[in-house]
T-cell receptor
Framework: AQKITQTQPGMFVQEKEAVTLDCTYD???????LFWYKQPSSGEMIFLIY??????QNATEGRYSLNFQKARKSANLVISASQLGDSAMYFC????????????FGTGTRLKVLA | GAVVSQHPSWVICKSGTSVKIECRSL??????MFWYRQFPKQSLMLMAT?????????EQGVEKDKFLINHASLTLSTLTVTSAHPEDSSFYIC??????????????FGPGTRLTVL
């Protein structure tokens, strides 16, 4: 069965520092997609970054990068130069069974950026 | 691009009434939309997959007669909570796949609807 694990319920980071949010996954499907979303206190889910299982390079989007280690089945999110506005809940997700396009979500990590 | 709206953003209703929540893809067509429910400080729980022009596919344990889903067009899906009770109070979020987008697996989420049943 497919599974996403986020082991950090909460994290603190100093403003302007970098932070890594952990995500490990389990799947027997050779083709899969991994996603990170940010959910601020307002509740909206904001798409941050995507990594495909066959992508050769780690995905990057501005200050967000995904440290994809396929052999270890990890897809950690790295936020560089943290800003106060980065304080939010972060969810890692994986596309579910092929053909369904459903997501399997992790339990989330709450990030607090300190001034 | 890839903007999804939800209406209303919040609603308070009396027990026993029905509430309809709309989910619209504003700048793309979405043959598949998803409805989630989120309890405080918890992750999202998928309720159902909404397919344009066909019946929704409900997840195990979700009452289809309680949570009616209609996907009448490529840009609109609705969730109706019938005979709502206080235990239905929750944050409901929809999402949609952008088939023409760069990442066709990516779901774009609406801002959510907070339902409170008195």
């Amino acid at each position: 069965a497919q599974k996403i694990t986020q082991t950090q319920p909460g994290m603190f980071v100093q403003e302007k520092e970098a932070v890594t949010l952990d995500c490990t996954y389990d799947t027997s499907d050779p083709s899969y997609g991994l996603f990170w979303y940010k959910q601020p206190s307002s509740g909206e889910m904001i798409f941050l970054i995507y990594q495909g299982s066959y992508d050769q390079q780690n995905a990057t989007e501005g200050r967000y990068s995904l440290n994809f280690q396929k052999a270890r089945k990890s897809a950690n999110l790295v936020i560089s130069a943290s800003q106060l506005g980065d304080s939010a809940m972060y969810f890692c997700a994986m596309r579910g069974p092929r053909g369904t396009y459903k997501y399997i979500f992790g339990t989330g990590t709450r990030l607090k950026v300190l001034a | 691009g890839a903007v999804v709206s939800q209406h209303p953003s919040w609603v308070i209703c009396k027990s026993g009434t029905s509430v309809k929540i709309e989910c619209r893809s504003l700048d793309f067509q979405a043959t598949t939309m998803f409805w989630y429910r989120q309890f405080p400080k918890q992750s999202l729980m998928l309720m159902a997959t909404s397919n344009e022009g066909s019946k929704a596919t409900y997840e195990q344990g979700v009452e289809k007669d309680k949570f009616l889903i209609n996907h009448a067009s490529l840009t609109l899906s609705t969730l109706t909570v019938t005979s709502a009770h206080p235990e239905d109070s929750s944050f409901y979020i929809c999402s949609a796949r952008d088939l023409a987008g760069v990442f066709t697996d990516t779901q774009y989420f609406g801002p959510g609807t907070r339902l409170t049943v008195l």
